[in-house]
């Protein structure tokens, strides 16, 4: 099996070798980067599986590299930020990661985030592996053996994680799902985390799909609006 090839994007230099050994002891390929243009340079020559950046880095952020790798490409990106500020973590995901960690970190910590992260974009994105047809809400239709979504009869571009999570709604259309389990099925954070995440990767979908798609039922959670509500 091929060595999982991770890009970390990090200036403080003791952070940057500790990690890159850490993670190199867990099987993964990593190639580093002191700031975010070198990071970039290093994302096209290397073509990565997982990017790690860090928030604030010279050159470029890290929020700003991130949207210039979504112009390219729907790899995972994990957010690191020294701080757990709200306005740095949402900033990120908007700009389009799928995760973030806070540092200090622990190492397992982190390969078990990157792991989480893979899961997600590897074999077929949700579900119990049975096929099924399209799904149609509205001008939506999903078609989850294809994993393609159309909005009036054209595709949209969704993330993998943006993915599983529309799957995961249309599992149970009108079913009002808490963001603890939409943390577990679609994050794989069996132990909880942080529901901004949610919060924020909804408002991308709903952006995508139609707001009308997907309600806030205020103090449970968001159900995907069924075919005939």
Avoid at 43 to 61: E, I, T
Avoid at 157 to 167: D, F, G, I, K, S
Avoid at 177 to 193: M, P
Avoid at 223 to 228: A, M, T, Y
Wanted: aromatic content about 6%.
């Amino acid at each position: 099996m091929a060595e999982t090839r991770v890009l970390f994007v990090e200036d403080d230099d003791v952070i940057r070798e500790t990690t890159q050994l850490s993670l190199e002891r867990d099987g993964f390929r990593v190639t580093v980067a002191a700031d975010g243009r070198a990071g970039l340079e290093e994302f096209r020559a290397s073509r990565p599986d997982v990017a790690l950046l860090d928030v604030m880095l010279p050159g470029m952020n890290g929020v700003s590299l991130c949207r210039r790798i979504r112009q390219d490409s729907l790899i995972p990106v994990i957010m690191l930020s020294a701080r757990d500020d709200p306005v740095d973590i949402v900033v990120g995901l908007e700009a389009g990661a799928d995760d973030y960690v806070t540092k200090p970190f622990d190492s397992a910590v982190l390969a078990a985030r990157i792991r989480a992260v893979l899961r997600r974009t590897e074999g077929r994105p949700a579900g119990d592996g049975d096929d099924h047809g399209a799904l149609r809400f509205g001008d939506v239709e999903i078609d989850p053996d294809g994993v393609r979504v159309l909005r009036g009869g054209e595709v949209v571009a969704l993330t993998p994680t943006e993915m599983r999570l529309l799957l995961r709604f249309a599992e149970s259309p009108g079913t009002v799902l808490s963001r603890d389990i939409l943390l577990e099925s679609v994050w794989d954070y069996a132990w909880g985390g942080d529901s901004r995440v949610v919060d924020v990767h909804v408002q991308r979908l709903r952006n995508k799909i139609g707001a009308e798609r997907i309600e806030t039922v205020r103090g449970f959670g968001y159900k995907l609006v069924g075919p005939d509500q």
